[in-house]
């Protein structure tokens, strides 16, 4: 039976908005916003690549103006620096500095902390359980291009 108040998005919005709330509230402190932590992630995790904006943008499922004004920011910090590409000299890369590797690693720690959190208040068995659901609601939503 359908029920208005337990739907499956609306548990997972809610639990998202909490877990960013709270990684939020750990970054402030460092002076850094949801945005250009998911963004200096991205570098990281692709460290060996060339990314472009457009890149980033697709990664992260977000539109270039939205990450434009981050990345300059960014940029004046010394977190990330862009240069022109080595294959195609009409593409601005992007890439993470030292200084942003270690910013990012900083704030890696924060989901770890909070996940770690989320972990203890679960058994094994149900953790298992989540990931499987999880997993199968990803599956779901890309099969549906949603």
């Known amino acids: 039976m359908y029920n208005n108040d337990r739907t499956i998005g609306k548990i997972l919005n809610i639990t998202n908005k909490m877990f960013r709330q709270k990684?939020?509230?750990e970054a402030l402190s460092e002076g850094i916003n949801m945005t250009e932590i998911w963004i200096l992630s991205t570098?990281?995790?692709?460290i060996d690549k060339e990314l472009t904006q457009k890149d980033i943008c697709d990664i992260l499922k977000l539109t270039a103006p939205s990450i434009s004004?981050?990345?300059?920011n960014l940029?004046?910090?010394g977190l990330i620096e862009r240069k022109k590409s080595t294959i195609d000299s009409r593409k601005t890369i992007i890439s993470i500095t030292e200084k942003g590797i270690n910013k990012s690693e900083l704030c890696k720690k924060y989901f770890i902390k909070i996940d770690e959190l989320l972990e203890k208040s679960i058994t094994s068995d149900e953790l298992e359980i989540f990931y499987k659901c999880m997993n199968s609601f990803i599956k779901a939503m890309e099969e549906y291009n949603v």
């Open 43 to 46: 570098l990281s995790k692709n």
């Open 75 to 77: 940029e004046s910090d």
């Open 23 to 25: 990684v939020k509230e």
């Open 69 to 72: 004004i981050t990345l300059t």
